[in-house]
């Protein structure tokens, strides 16, 4: 594939900010899924040796961006722990995330998950929270763009191949919760409330997709798609989409119990599989 033209006045752009050690392509356009319209996701990544200079960064990307004047970058932290921050761009047309990421925090995260210890954390943007593991998936799906001390080459050494004790810990953490939310969402029914039930259906399905992703020891780094993703995956659930989708429009409709009595034919499936791939943890 020839190379981006885009990627590459990007990379220059940001390679010479001081404190930047590292800039990877993330998200669809680094797992080859993209289309012509998906956004850029570019991650800069910085030691605490060493703090990212947002300043410069702020001028560089006002040097290339559209809009220079409406072209702003955030303090890290502004956006929490996880999404550590970073800035909206447009660039010849295109939507470019720039998103900050501490290399000192990611590989302490990477570690714990190759241990076996994963964590979910409230997170605006990520309905069901972000889970640790992401940024695994992250490390082991980025292309590096810039990695002169072979950084995110040392990060992907933990990343792959999956970890055994990360896709226990993933089965262990979510499959109980598939059947907890469903019974969470019939104790709403009678209460007669149905945003309740909406947020323990999602809840169900977004573990799901987590277990289906952790048998197939694959790293779900979106919760957005992934339902859709892990319908897909060698091990999955026969018409997982149809039946996500039915549990919707049942619930559409004000037919909570049978909404309900869908998700409890998935939850039955996983189940099914769990068992019969011998893989549960």
């Not at 892990?230 to 037919?255: C, F, M, N, S, Y």
């Amino acid at each position: 594939m020839p190379p981006d033209p885009l990627l590459m006045r990007l990379t220059s752009a940001f390679a010479e900010v001081p404190g930047i050690e590292a800039i990877v392509l993330g998200g669809s356009r680094a797992r080859g899924s993209a289309r012509p319209a998906s956004d850029y996701d570019i991650g800069l990544y910085f030691t605490a040796a060493v703090p990212l200079d947002t300043d410069r960064l702020l001028a560089a990307a006002r040097a290339i961006a559209d809009n220079p004047a409406a072209t702003s970058v955030t303090p890290i932290g502004e956006w929490g722990p996880w999404i550590v921050g970073g800035a909206w761009l447009s660039v010849e047309g295109h939507k470019v995330d720039l998103l900050y990421r501490d290399a000192d925090a990611v590989k302490a995260a990477m570690d714990s998950c190759q241990a076996g210890i994963v964590t979910m954390d409230y997170q605006p943007g990520h309905p069901h929270g972000f889970c640790s593991a992401i940024w695994m998936g992250e490390i082991a799906y980025c292309q590096a763009l810039h990695d002169p001390r072979a950084l995110i080459a040392g990060l992907k050494s933990i990343a792959q191949p999956y970890p055994r004790p990360l896709r226990d810990a993933l089965i262990r953490r979510f499959q109980w919760e598939v059947l907890f939310s469903i019974e969470n969402a019939e104790l709403a029914i009678t209460r007669g409330e149905q945003a309740h039930v909406a947020g323990c259906i999602y809840r169900s399905l977004a573990c799901t997709a987590q277990v289906l992703f952790a048998l197939n020891e694959r790293y779900l780094i979106n919760e957005k798609g992934g339902l859709q993703e892990a319908a897909h995956l060698p091990l999955t659930i026969p018409r997982l989409v149809e039946q996500a989708k039915r549990a919707w429009q049942l619930l559409g409709k004000g037919d909570l119990v049978s909404a309900c009595g869908a998700l409890r034919e998935i939850d039955r499936k996983l189940l099914r599989l769990t068992q019969s791939s011998g893989k549960q943890p």
